[in-house]
């Protein structure tokens, strides 16, 4: 004789009190065995559907308010990073509309070679914060740098990085077209 089977009438099942006894023999002709097992009935089909809704809200609030922390946490705000001032350049017969930071000093970008190491000591970096885009003049961006150990974003006019030089004071443009570095004019 073989083990009662549970009745199945729906996907899932819960323990009764209530027992069967079944007998068969287990290990040869004169053992015999009781053994007691539980009957299984059908859960009510509110009390699952309860549950499962219940698990699914849960699920969809916990998602979005990941979704929401992870998508503010991405966002940037704007910063104006940069101002467009005219300025007199040796060797122009005019003032060139350029670029300048918000303190005013004259704004360079770099020859081909770039600038790392100690040319960043003469011409140091434009940069922003960490979740702000530069504002100021159409064109602007920036782009992640590694300056030693710390990772920033450093300010892009039309794909050039922006630079300062240490030898201007004021609103005086005394880097341009010094070891290659151009005054960043607007438009150019």
């Not at 089977?5 to 729906?10: L, Q």
Request: hydrophobic share 40%.
């Amino acid at each position: 004789m073989g083990l009662p089977t549970p009745i199945r009438s729906g996907a899932s099942y819960v323990p009764s009190d209530q027992t069967q006894s079944a007998s068969y023999k287990e290990a040869g002709p004169s053992l015999m065995t009781d053994v007691r097992l539980k009957s299984w009935q059908p859960r009510r089909a509110s009390l699952a559907a309860a549950a499962v809704g219940t698990i699914a809200l849960v699920g969809a609030t916990s998602s979005f308010i990941a979704a929401t922390a992870q998508g503010a946490s991405a966002a940037t705000r704007d910063k104006k990073a940069v101002q467009i001032v005219s300025r007199n350049i040796s060797g122009e017969t005019a003032p060139v509309t350029m670029l300048a930071t918000l303190k005013g000093a004259s704004l360079y970008t770099p020859p081909a070679s770039g600038c790392t190491g100690g040319c960043l000591t003469v011409w140091p970096a434009l940069y922003v914060a960490k979740g702000y885009t530069p504002t100021g003049v159409a064109g602007l961006g920036e782009i992640a740098v590694t300056v030693g150990n710390k990772h920033r974003l450093q300010v892009t006019y039309l794909g050039n990085r922006l630079y300062t030089f240490t030898g201007d004071s004021g609103s005086t443009v005394n880097g341009n077209g010094v070891a290659g570095f151009m005054a960043a004019v607007v438009g150019g």
